[in-house]
């Protein structure tokens, strides 16, 4: 584009501090060499440079002259100047000390050394979190080449060609109207919850809902309990709000409150997947289920409901949430959007009780008024033209596909070394050590073993606090088609053989 390039702006001493020329010179090339104009990057064009640094165009053109004589800069005939892709001398300035086979704990640790890391800090950077990015199997996620993006840019350019005000300047802290109720009637018809849409908070997620509710409820230093193993993305949220984290345990029946109440009897709060449990995806019962709202009403404490994969149920209709069966408004429901349509929609929504709308749209106006407009209207009308139920339903039978695939695969590959066993729900499944390795598993080693060889097999036990209990590999398969899942399967089965013989 004639004129474009990167903006550059630094300082020039016209009061005797040598020629002109040489100034910007030195100051192109310091911005080169720091990395702040990279390779490749277009430099503005000298007519445009000149103006902004309100110098004469000869001025700049010996600048860029010095700059290409000696390597720095390059020309592109009829397309303007570029940062050259190669420099002739990185110099110190650009280098950064590199330690080779570094444990990434112990940079770390070296980081809150230097740099005086508060605690909270430290304790947010040693939380583990499993990428949602990666191509390998089995790695976890939403396959989103399945995802109709030519609906969602047909709906984008309806609403975005000319917008109007209401979209353009909003500043609803609870989120746009029509994809509030949009949410509302879906989660009363699919997830038996109980709300009107001035009941719907929308967010950037469902981490920054339990954010919110965890500032809005209890004060700094309050006990949560969370889920042993569990997501350590909640226990990111929660202590980034200042509360003091209780480990629940977790069995065939979903957490266990009896447990977790004799732990921690001052807790005001319990984070909970009662649907699906992750990482291990078993489904709360109706027992827990109740005896964990009777707690709730008789400490007055609170119950977050992450719901964050309800959608993904091949066996029946998903089951009805937690939120539906509270009587006393103890449960705030979180859900989003991420993992059923695309990881960066960044979009999820909180239930509240009522009496607690006024409250949490106030605390939302003050920590960040609201939400991104941009998806909001067209999420909302994909949600009320159908597609959304349409992509689900076409993903319920995708992925239960894969599921099959991967056990089939188990069967034939992994039998003996690994046992997998399948799941009414979810998008992954977890590998237990099989009878060939006599029911134990270092899972970090293998886990390991298997990223060398081009597999992402998360360690089950990266999931856990304290010490783990149990020990598996956790196997995505929503995101890799059967042809994928087959070869890393097989890849698989050669780094277990492996393991067994080392």
């Known amino acids: 584009m004639p004129g474009g390039g990167n903006l550059v702006a630094f300082d020039l001493d016209r009061d005797g501090g040598g020629p002109l020329y040489r100034q910007l010179y030195a100051g192109l090339r310091q911005m080169i060499l720091d990395g702040r104009l990279a390779s490749g990057s277009r430099l503005p064009a000298n007519r445009v440079l000149a103006q902004d640094m309100s110098l004469s165009r000869n001025t700049v053109a010996t600048a860029l002259q010095q700059l290409l004589a000696e390597g720095y800069v390059e020309t592109r005939r009829g397309d303007g100047t570029y940062v050259a892709s190669e420099l002739p001398d990185a110099g110190p300035e650009r280098r950064r000390p590199e330690r080779p086979g570094h444990d990434p704990a112990q940079l770390r640790d070296d980081v809150a050394r230097h740099y005086g890391l508060s605690r909270r800090g430290r304790t947010l950077a040693a939380i583990p979190r499993p990428s949602m990015h990666q191509a390998a199997a089995f ?13 969602w840019s047909r709906l984008l350019t309806r609403f975005w060609r000319r917008p109007g005000r209401d979209l353009a300047v909003s500043s609803d802290p609870g989120g746009y109207p029509p994809l509030k109720a949009a949410i509302a009637a879906y989660l009363g018809a699919m997830r038996g919850v109980r709300c009107e849409p001035g009941q719907i908070i929308v967010v950037s997620g469902a981490q920054q809902a339990i954010s919110l509710a965890s500032q809005v409820l209890l004060d700094h230093g309050d006990q949560a309990m969370v889920e042993e193993p569990g997501y350590g993305g909640i226990r990111g949220a929660l202590t980034a709000a200042g509360l003091r984290i209780a480990l629940t345990p977790v069995d065939d029946e979903g957490l266990d409150i009896a447990a977790g109440e004799a732990r921690a009897p001052l807790a005001r709060m319990v984070c909970v997947a009662p649907s699906h449990q992750y990482p ?3 489904v709360m019962s109706l027992r827990r289920r109740l005896a964990l709202i009777e707690w709730a009403r008789r400490r007055q404490a609170w119950i977050l409901e992450d719901d964050y994969d309800s959608e993904y149920r091949y066996a029946g209709r998903p089951l009805a949430a937690l939120q539906g069966l509270d009587p006393t408004g103890r449960v705030i429901y979180v859900g989003s959007f991420s993992k059923v349509l695309f990881p960066s929609l960044r979009l999820g929504y909180l239930v509240v009780p009522p009496d607690l709308v006024d409250p949490f749209i106030a605390a939302r106006r003050v920590l960040d008024e609201h939400t991104a407009m941009l998806a909001q209207p067209v999420l909302a009308n994909f949600i009320d033209d159908g597609h959304f139920a349409a ?11 894969r599921q099959q ?3 089939d695969v188990a ?6 070394l690994l046992e997998v066993r ?15 390795l006599n029911g134990v598993m270092d899972d970090g080693r ?3 073993a298997a990223a060398d060889a081009g597999i992402a097999a998360a360690a089950l036990s990266t999931s856990y606090v304290g010490k783990p209990q149990r020990r598996g590999l956790m196997l995505g398969y929503a995101a890799h088609d059967e042809t994928a899942i087959a070869d890393a399967g097989q890849r698989l089965a050669a780094v277990m053989a492996a393991s067994v013989t080392s």
């Open 280 to 282: 291990l995806g078993v």
């Open 422 to 436: 399948a799941d009414e729900a979810g998008m992954h499944l977890i590998a237990w050590a099989g009878a060939g």
């Open 405 to 407: 695939a991967l056990l």
């Open 411 to 416: 069967v034939k590959h992994l039998d003996g």
């Open 139 to 151: 790695a976890p996620g939403p396959d989103i080449n399945a995802f109709p993006f030519d609906i």
């Open 391 to 401: 992509h689900v339903r076409r993903m319920r039978r995708l992925y239960a596909a």
């Open 446 to 448: 293998v886990a390991r």
